[in-house]
């Protein structure tokens, strides 16, 4: 039975390089010099250090540049509060999206069920396998689930015939 799954995973090998590319720019800028601007990844998640707000905001400014550069979507970063860590200093940790929250998975599954598609669709952790008798009704669903859920940064992985 054809089948494919509905994933949302950032190209965590890119993200490294555009915060190491960030953090290159970051060491050169004459903006930046003297002052405690940084950025570091740990796993999933970014953190980004500065002086003020307004720096925070330049140095996020310029990781979604080299991101956009490095074809990883940017709707995969999901900001954190903005806190004082003594002195003037300031930072903010922007946490990277990995997996279909089990809420979005359910709204795909709600999506699929109401389009009246012969096709079934199942949560299987952090992904949802969407099954069918035909190909052409598994390329539509996934052309639905782009059309109605752009705000989510998914993609389609083990196309299966």
């Known amino acids: 039975m054809p089948s494919f799954d509905t994933v949302c995973e950032a190209n965590l090998v890119e993200v490294k390089n555009a915060v190491d ?3 290159k720019e970051i060491a ?23 002086d003020s707000d307004f720096q925070l905001s330049q140095i996020d ?16 970063l999901e900001k954190g509060t903005v806190q004082k860590i003594g002195g003037d200093k300031v930072k903010q940790v922007v946490k990277i999206k990995n997996g279909i929250a089990t809420e979005d998975g359910k709204k795909i599954q709600r999506l699929i069920k109401d389009s009246k598609l012969k096709v079934q669709a199942s949560i299987q952790g952090h992904a949802v396998r969407v099954t069918g008798a035909k190909r052409d009704d598994l390329q539509e669903t996934m052309a639905l689930i782009k059309k109605d859920l752009s705000d989510l940064p998914l993609s389609f992985d083990n196309f299966r015939d």
């Open 28 to 50: 050169t800028r004459f903006d930046f010099k003297g002052t405690s601007a940084a950025i570091d990844i740990k796993e999933h998640e970014i953190t980004l250090t500065g």
């Open 21 to 23: 590319n960030t953090a």
């Open 61 to 76: 400014d310029i990781l979604r540049n080299k991101l956009t550069k490095r074809a990883v979507d940017v709707r995969f």
